[in-house]
């Protein structure tokens, strides 16, 4: 089991950035993929980005391309995700997920999640 804790939301003014963090921890944290959902008031969960731990590769929805970078440090079992370009339609609660085998775009494979953090972008 995997235990996952996000940092880093906030208000950001429209074009700023922000930093996401997900610290990891548990057993065998290496085994797992992490992604990035958010969730906006009255929208189901929607992928963000993820990356796979084992084959360092990385997957972004076509929303966010260009604008957010999912990245690691090993060291600290952290999983970031660096948001630029900030636009008021990214404002939702963004969550932290795990799974094994692979990174999938569907919330409910993933028996793993964080307790979420708010980002609200203003226009």
């Known amino acids: 089991q995997v235990q996952l804790v996000e940092s880093g939301g906030g208000l950001v003014q429209a074009g700023g950035s922000l930093r996401l963090s997900c610290a990891a921890s548990g057993r065998t944290f290496s085994t797992y993929d992490l992604a990035w959902f958010r969730q906006a008031p009255g929208k189901e969960q929607e992928f963000v980005a993820g990356l796979s731990w084992s084959v360092d590769t990385t997957y972004y929805a076509d929303s966010v391309k260009g604008r957010f970078t999912i990245s690691r440090d090993t060291a600290k079992n952290t999983v970031y995700l660096q948001m630029n370009s900030l636009k008021p339609e990214d404002t939702a609660v963004y969550y932290c997920?795990?799974?094994?085998?692979?990174?999938?775009?569907?919330?409910?494979?993933?028996?793993?999640w964080g307790q979420g953090t708010q980002v609200t972008v203003s226009s």
């Open positions: 997920a795990g799974k094994m085998f692979g990174i999938s775009g569907r919330f409910n494979d993933y028996p793993y």
